[in-house]
């Protein structure tokens, strides 16, 4: 569903020549894709949305694009090209401007060098990554970055820190849940708000139909009514002409009868006197 407003939100977007909106909304297809593991279309989209970016000269939402780019390579486990995203993402003068983003390709970048094994490097952007969340209080990033530091600590027989690590792990984890639980009662909530209320639509809707057919089918009725008794108005009308038109021959008929027997006695008394 989500594909499909996309892509009329696209036709309008070109319609009108809203170049930047087509951006925003070609990155948000590239993001469902992705998470459906379509990584062509996925790319298609981030390139398309790239282009644009750049011809607006958007760097900040090139700057976004990119690193999504390098997360397609990451997946596609094309490491070198992943961390030239990554890095091109760092180098854009944009994201010193965007710290969430900044927070975001670090994390993409110790995430990587953990895949690939490199576990001190990855313990040193993660740390970075750290460092800049806590002075902007992203507390949702400290989750999967404390996440990541204990891992690789263990990797490093750093135990110490790996435990350090988890704990906060595990305190940030329930915190971030119990908000989790609570938004997700409010979203439970909101769709059952919208449920009823969608219901109630309905059920008007169908109480107005029935009230529609009920007016069409009196009208209906009204008609046929009408109908009938034009008829037998025209019936009627057409039986007393019928009627008196009969009337009318019968006294004609009489009129003459009485001329034929008049002659005939005045035949018979010329005859007689002939």
Known sequence: ?????YLKAVGIAERTGFNYTKSTIFNNLAAIYFSQGDISKSRYYLEEALKIARQMKDERTACGIIVNIGELYQQEKQFDKAMECYQAGLDNPAIKNMPDQEVYTLYNIA??????NEFRKSIQYAEKALDLSKRYNFSIHHVELYQLLA????????????LANQKLYQIFSDSLFNIQST????EIQAKYDFDVAENENQLLKNENE????????QKSQQFLLLIILFGITVFIILVYRRMKINRKINVLLTAKNEEIQLKSKELEKLNQSK
Do not use: F, H, M, R
Not at 111 to 116: D, E, S
């Open 1 to 5: 569903k989500a594909v499909e407003y």
């Open 111 to 116: 995430n990587l060098y953990y895949q690939t």
């Open 151 to 162: 891992s690789a600590y263990e990797q490093v027989n750093d135990y110490k820190s790996a």
């Open 183 to 186: 938004g997700k009662i409010a």
């Open 210 to 217: 029935i009230k529609s057919l009920t007016i069409q089918k």
